[in-house]
């Protein structure tokens, strides 16, 4: 059993930032791919980033936050960080951590990869 709690959200004004943290439970952090979701309300959960195990890998969806937000780990910490910035209105949503701890590939992007969620974080972006 994987626990993930998430954290650092909050309001921010358009063109500003916030760093998400997702802390893992667990000796074996380090063998798990990382990914992060975003859902807003009335829409799907949608993917933004993943990380390979050693964090050498990674992928952002395109068009809607590449360049914008960068995701990274610290193993000895067992954490992933999502660092958001030029926030947009349009990032608003509850943002979810994942970890898939039988990686296949270096990453995935689909949400159906993921054994274990977070509860969730809330950004909200004022314009």
């Known amino acids: 059993q994987v626990q993930l709690v998430e954290s650092g959200g909050g309001l921010v004004q358009a063109g500003g930032s916030l760093r998400l943290s997702c802390a893992a439970s667990?000796?074996?952090?380090?063998?798990?791919?990382m990914g992060w979701f975003r859902q807003a309300p009335g829409k799907e959960r949608e993917f933004v980033a993943a990380?390979?195990?050693?964090?050498?890998?990674?992928?952002y969806a395109v068009d809607s936050v590449k360049g914008r937000f960068a995701i990274s780990r610290d193993n000895a910490k067992n954490t992933v960080y999502l660092q958001m910035n030029s926030l947009k209105f349009e990032d608003t949503a509850l943002y979810y951590c994942?970890?898939?701890?039988?990686?296949?590939?270096?990453?995935?992007?689909?949400?159906?990869?993921?054994?274990?969620w977070g509860q969730g974080t809330q950004v909200t972006v004022s314009t």
């Open positions: 994942a970890a898939d701890v039988n990686p296949t590939e270096a990453y995935s992007i689909t949400a159906g990869s993921y054994d274990y």
């Open positions: 990380i390979s195990r050693s964090g050498v890998s990674k992928y």
């Open positions: 667990g000796r074996t952090f380090s063998t798990y791919a």
